[in-house]
C-alpha cells in the first residue's frame, strides 16, 4: 500500500516545513525531506519554486509552493523513459464484470425453492481494484511472470424475490413477501493474489503490444452480506452464509496496450461443501490498466 502511505509523508513533512518559513520572514524558503530508507523512490527538489517531487513505483508525487499557493499533482512520471527490455506484465488496474454460476444444483433443497439464487445477469457485477503489481521477466520483455494484489467486490442480484439466512446446519432460502420489493441481493468481498504468466507481442513497428496471459488467482473473502430493498428501508445481514473463505479461480486474459478482456473461472465452490447449493462462480469483462 506504498502508494497511499508515501503521499500522506510527503504532505505531512511540507506542511510542517511551510509553518517553519512563517517563523522568519528574513529566512530563505526551501523544503528538506530526508527519507532514505525507501531505496527504490526517490525524491528531488528544485530551487525555482519550492517544489518536492517524489517518484513512488511508477507514480510521482510534485508539491510546488509559488507565491502562498499550493499546488499537488499525482500521476504518472513525467521525465522517466521506460526500459525497453523491462517486462512489464498487465495486473494493476480497474477491472469490471458480470457475475454468473455455473454448474448449479439445488437437489438439497424444497423443490418449491428450486433456482432461489437465479440470478439477473446484467445487475450482478464484478469490480476489481488491483493496487500492486510484480514482475518476473523470463525472456527479455516478451515473456514473464505476474503477481500482485487486488481487491474484488461481487453482487450477485437475484432475480426471484429471496434472500438467505444461516440455518443451523445450511444456508437457507427465505422467500420475501413485500409487495414494493426492489432489490434483493448477495454481496462479497475478496483481498486477491495472482500468479499468471504473460507473453506479449509487439505490433504496429512496436508501438503497441498485444499480450496474453492465464493462470490462477487466490483469493480470502474478508467480507460478506445480503442486502433486501423494500421502498425506503434497506434489510442488511453479515452473517457469513457458509461461503467458503478461501477461492481459487483459473484466469485467461487478452488485450492490447492498456486495455483487455478477462474470464475467471473458479475452481472452488461457492458455499462449503454439504452447507449450501452447488454453485461454481465465473465472471467475464474488461481491463483498464496502469
Known amino acids: 500500500m506504498k502508494q497511499f502511505i508515501f503521499p500522506l509523508l510527503v504532505l505531512t513533512f511540507f506542511s510542517l516545513n511551510l509553518k517553519a518559513q512563517e517563523v522568519s520572514a528574513d529566512a530563505k524558503p526551501s523544503i528538506t525531506i530526508s527519507l532514505s530508507a525507501f531505496s527504490k523512490d526517490t525524491i528531488k527538489q528544485t530551487s525555482t519554486k519550492d517544489t518536492a517531487v517524489m517518484h513512488i513505483g511508477k507514480k510521482e508525487l510534485e508539491v510546488i509552493d509559488n507565491e502562498g499557493r499550493t499546488k499537488i499533482t499525482w500521476g504518472k512520471h513525467h521525465d522517466k523513459h521506460d526500459n525497453p527490455n523491462r517486462f512489464k506484465g498487465h495486473w494493476e488496474g480497474f477491472e469490471f464484470g458480470f457475475n454468473a454460476f455455473d454448474k448449479t444444483d439445488y437437489s438439497m433443497y424444497n423443490p418449491v425453492d428450486k433456482n432461489f439464487m437465479s440470478l439477473n445477469q446484467g445487475k450482478s457485477m464484478e469490480i476489481d481494484f488491483n493496487f500492486y503489481e510484480l514482475n518476473i521477466s523470463l525472456a527479455k520483455s516478451y515473456v514473464g511472470l505476474v503477481s500482485g494484489m487486488g481487491l474484488s467486490f461481487n453482487d450477485y442480484r437475484f432475480d426471484n424475490p429471496y434472500t438467505l439466512k444461516r440455518g443451523p446446519e ?48 487466490g483469493g480470502v473473502k474478508i467480507g460478506s452480506h445480503t442486502k433486501v430493498k423494500h421502498g425506503d428501508t434497506k434489510d442488511k445481514d453479515h452473517n457469513g452464509f457458509n461461503i467458503n473463505s478461501f477461492n481459487y479461480a483459473a484466469t485467461a486474459r487478452i488485450g492490447y496496450k492498456d486495455m483487455g478482456l478477462f474470464v475467471n473461472y473458479s475452481l472452488t465452490p461457492f458455499f462449503k461443501t454439504g452447507m449450501g447449493p452447488d454453485l461454481t462462480p465465473f465472471t ?7
Not at 445450511?170 to 420475501?176: A, Q, S
Not at 454481496?187 to 509487439?202: C, D, G, N
Not at 503497441?208 to 492465464?214: D, K
Not at 467475464?284 to 496502469?290: A, E, M, P
Open 170 to 217: 445450511i444456508t437457507e432460502p427465505v422467500l420475501i413477501g413485500y409487495d414494493n420489493l426492489s432489490k434483493t441481493k448477495l454481496a462479497v468481498s475478496y483481498l486477491r493474489v495472482p500468479l499468471l504468466l504473460e507473453f506479449q507481442i509487439p505490433v504496429n513497428h512496436n508501438e503497441g503490444r498485444v499480450y496474453l496471459n492465464g493462470g490462477v488467482i
Open 284 to 290: 467475464i469483462g474488461i481491463s483498464f490498466l496502469n
